[in-house]
């Protein structure tokens, strides 16, 4: 009897995601920082560019939908010095935080469409993730103000 390829919960994480840099985009009062996020799920890893916004937009979305990421710390918003390279830096430093610890709450809470089946056996793909939050998928901010691919 043959079982469907899966990853049991002890093996490796099976979502990984970094941020390992930032990029200044746009000119004059569009000029903005988009992150690079880099995600992986099993074999597959893809990587969007988003704009602080969109973090800040994702993490309302999903607390309203999942209350276990209410207790999540989300980086403030600036007012100020919001282009300055040691604030963006740290800041880049806490939303890979905060994504890594999205992923862990999700992948364990009961409620999560991403939690291992029954038997401890995790069924992800970039589709299921892409499906959790369009944040993740490629492309779907491309033609707003708010970030790119």
């Known amino acids: 009897m043959s079982r469907p390829a899966g990853t049991r919960c002890a093996a490796k994480e099976p979502v990984r995601v970094s ?3 930032y990029v200044l985009r ?3 009062k569009d000029e903005h920082f988009e992150f690079e996020v880099k995600v992986s ?3 597959d890893s893809w990587t969007v560019f988003r704009r602080y916004s969109r973090f800040r937009e994702m993490h ?3 607390k309203s939908k999942y209350p276990e990421l209410a207790a999540l710390e989300f980086p403030p918003k600036k007012l100020f010095g919001n282009r300055d390279e040691r604030m963006v830096s740290e800041r880049r430093s806490h939303l890979e935080r905060y994504l890594r610890n999205l992923f862990r709450v999700m992948l364990s809470c009961s409620g999560s469409p991403l ?3 029954e038997d401890g056996v995790f069924r ?3 589709f299921n993730i892409c499906e959790f939050s369009p944040f993740f998928k490629k492309g779907v901010f491309e033609s ?3 970030g790119t691919s």
């Open 115 to 117: 939690r291992p089946d």
């Open 19 to 21: 941020i390992p840099r």
């Open 144 to 146: 707003s103000s708010h």
């Open 41 to 43: 799920v099993m074999d």
């Open 60 to 62: 309302r979305s999903l």
């Open 26 to 28: 746009g000119q004059g």
């Open 124 to 126: 992800l793909s970039k």
